[in-house]
């Protein structure tokens, strides 16, 4: 199993980044996906959800109206859209995918840094 994220970097505040998440070893149309972040020094806190067929999404306060995720089960892959970013959203992004019990599965995470 493998959660491979890619798209991160420094962005000034206000801008845009789409953060891309791979996935391989299991079948990704069965799993919910979700993003969490971490900002240093504090916990990992959740921004995004998606059902496994891609039709139901949610997010938490901090960025509803700001971030978009999707998924293409063709590909194999999550994505969130953060847009309008602020400096609170900088951290280390993790996709998260969840089947059950025991398939409970992350990747290593992206680097977002939101700074003039």
């Known amino acids: 199993v493998q959660l491979v994220e890619s798209g991160g970097g420094l962005v000034q505040p206000g801008g845009s980044l789409r953060l891309s998440c791979a996935a391989s070893?299991?079948?990704?149309?069965?799993?919910?996906m979700r993003w969490y972040r971490q900002a240093p020094g504090k916990e990992r806190e959740w921004v995004a959800y998606?059902?496994?067929?891609?039709?139901?999404?949610n997010y938490p306060d901090s960025v509803k109206g700001r971030f978009t995720i999707s998924r293409d089960n063709a590909k194999n892959t999550v994505y969130l859209q953060m847009n309008r970013l602020k400096p609170e959203d900088t951290g280390v992004y993790y996709c998260?995918?969840?089947?059950?019990?025991?398939?409970?599965?992350w990747g290593k995470g992206t680097l977002v840094t939101v700074s003039s």
């Open positions: 998260n995918a969840l089947g059950g019990p025991r398939m409970d599965y």
């Open positions: 998606i059902n496994s067929g891609g039709s139901t999404t």
């Open positions: 070893g299991f079948t990704f149309s069965s799993y919910i």
